[in-house]
């Protein structure tokens, strides 16, 4: 096991009518600033419950949030903060939602010219206006860490600070039930990427961690499916254990002590930028290719995968390697997400692009060793064709 | 999965060389108090680690705090607190001093008459000092929790509060090499029933608890006995995967949103109190009893700890429930702590004073279900004859 410093101090409130809790975790005499989309909270009832919750506390709202949050929109709210005296934020959406949120927290109290360079410069953030989350879409993770992306120009970028860390989230699994069939599909496989990229790289012998991650790949892989079936889609057992699983998955705890490699999401974040694919469709036509063109180095963990995860057993290692891999991808398709870029109309032509934005980003040395160079990221597009 | 909330915010430091981190977690101009048992971080290092992390800061000392922390000893640092206008205590040693180190940061503060209140009547803790943790004996989960347990006039009783829990707590497998084998023994076996105490229940199809306690208890199973033997006993790995599962057996964690059943720890209690037996010895003795006595309640959940612990699968379900039961005793021997009364010279008789004691101490409703009365409570130790 590597050394480690880990904290999470998010107060999760998780189950049904735990909306609630937002009036008890916000200051009374806060000013707050409910974030959301599109728009889908206030068929589905989850508004409604907010402004409940916010009955006494003064309040406005900043909606319009787009999956993959622009710097664009998130910098508008800067106006309604100023002009509200806002002095705590009330994410409620997905984890672009949450996402843009950190955002528009760092920059209201960044120091700096010019907030973009928090994205672009990695600018210290110094402090951030405190945020909560109610939790509409299990997937990101973002409800309980400190991490986000926002887009601007083309580009999907990243930063993250115990600052923009939520106080509290609030999970309650009842609100998921009105997704989409994609929303459902995209947010299982988000985690279970999140995870594999935690898990899938060199052993350090870290036997609590790759437990962990070996129990939430396992969950996801039974409950995912039946999250999609007629039969079992309203089951609001599958949707708990599919929501406590997509929030352990990326808060920070599986990950602490063990080598990552998030080269799949820093090539799916190209595909996203050039040609707006649904982020967690990135993912999963880029990870088979990680998991064939990165066999050598991640043979120990991939047979450890293909034992404790699909309980493969039978012939020779390399059987039982192509057996895991070929069995994920039977996943991913079971969740509806394509495996290949010929599913989402792109070519050879298209790698080309993907390549060349990639390393125009710096990405560059991908990979739990930094050796995933442009040269191999190339070929993990050309075996995802 | 039930609802629940969930916080955990104490900061780890893991690994080798980690004491370190001391010198910045504590305030630059707090007034310390350190605290720690009978002296054996004075011979394995700890000790002069913790003075150099100090060195820059003003600190005083408090020893003396032994196994089973008694009131008498702890209330004799509140004269030294009020001397040196202390505000801040680190606990160095094992879940002794560090338990005993949370009753020192409430009492300080404690605004009632008297300090005893908070164990006797539940005082409510409205402040406390703040604290912070250098372990050195993985085994309670004590220094990221909120809980703690005092000893007075042989009464063995828990109180707990989130302002007690360690803000931040060092991890160094380094210095648990120096323990001994009892030590070692007790340790591994306190946390493994630690776990089967939020686990062992009734089945409320929580997957992802479910799934990290089945993960800490096969890392117990595989990990205990090779810091026992002596060609492993050296390794850091081993340690570390110990110390780790540990703390993650008793933080908060696995047993958010599932029933639980601390019968064994309850009834073991008064095994300590009366007889003066290690706490992790009277669990060992304990547990057996209670997953035969209660077979029928914890079916569902004895046949799955059977497959996935024990990877038992041949035989009906009795049989694997018996050979459950075997394997779990036949681990805690392997770990060398006794399984029956008898291994510490307790008989029928002690039986009668055992029961009366519970009795005395209202703990009468054991059990996830309450229905552990003192009648089934002697069964469970006529079983541990």
Not at 174 to 182: E, G, K, W, Y
Request: glycine content about 8%.
């Amino acid at each position: 096991m590597l050394n480690f410093t880990f904290q999470n101090p998010t107060r999760i409130h998780f189950g049904e009518g735990q909306i609630k809790a937002v009036a008890k975790e916000i200051p009374a005499n806060a000013k707050v600033l409910v974030t959301y989309g599109g728009g889908s909270i206030k068929s589905n009832g989850v508004y409604d419950q907010v402004v409940e919750a916010l009955k006494d506390h003064s309040w406005f709202e900043f909606s319009g949030i787009e999956p993959n949050p622009s710097y664009d929109t998130l910098i508008k709210a800067q106006a309604l903060i100023e002009q509200h005296d806002i002095d705590y934020l009330l994410a409620v959406g997905g984890g672009s939602v949450i996402d843009g949120t950190k955002f528009i927290a760092a920059a209201a109290l960044f120091e700096g010219d010019d907030p973009w360079d928090i994205v672009a410069k990695q600018a210290p953030i110094k402090q951030a206006l405190p945020m909560g989350a109610v939790l509409t879409l299990p997937a990101t993770g973002s409800e309980s860490n400190g991490g986000s992306v926002v887009t601007r120009d083309g580009c999907k970028l990243p930063f993250g600070s115990p600052l923009v860390r939520p106080q509290f989230a609030v999970l309650d699994p009842q609100v998921t039930l009105s997704l989409s069939d994609r929303q459902i599909g995209n947010g299982v496989v988000d985690a279970f990427i999140h995870i594999m990229e935690q898990y899938l790289t060199y052993s350090v012998n870290g036997k609590v961690q790759d437990r962990f991650s070996e129990g939430l790949l396992q969950t996801l892989i039974e409950e995912g499916p039946k999250a999609l079936a007629s039969e079992t889609k309203e089951d609001l057992e599958i949707r708990s254990n599919i929501m406590w699983s997509a929030t352990m998955a990326l808060n920070g705890l599986i990950g602490a002590g063990v080598p990552q490699d998030w080269s799949t999401h820093m090539i799916g974040h190209e595909l996203t930028a050039a040609y707006g694919i649904d982020h967690a469709r990135t993912l999963s036509i880029v990870l088979p290719g990680v998991m064939k063109v990165r066999r050598e180095q991640k043979r120990e963990k991939l047979l450890q995968y293909a034992e404790r995860v699909w309980q493969i057993t039978d012939g020779d290692d390399d059987a039982r390697i192509d057996l895991a891999i070929t069995k994920t991808e039977q996943f991913f398709s079971q969740m509806q997400v394509p495996v290949r870029l010929s599913e989402v109309d792109l070519t050879e032509k298209d790698v080309d692009t993907l390549i060349k934005n990639l390393t125009l980003h710096g990405m560059t040395t991908l990979g739990e060793q930094g050796e995933i160079t442009p040269e191999i990221s190339r070929e993990i597009l050309m075996q995802a064709l």
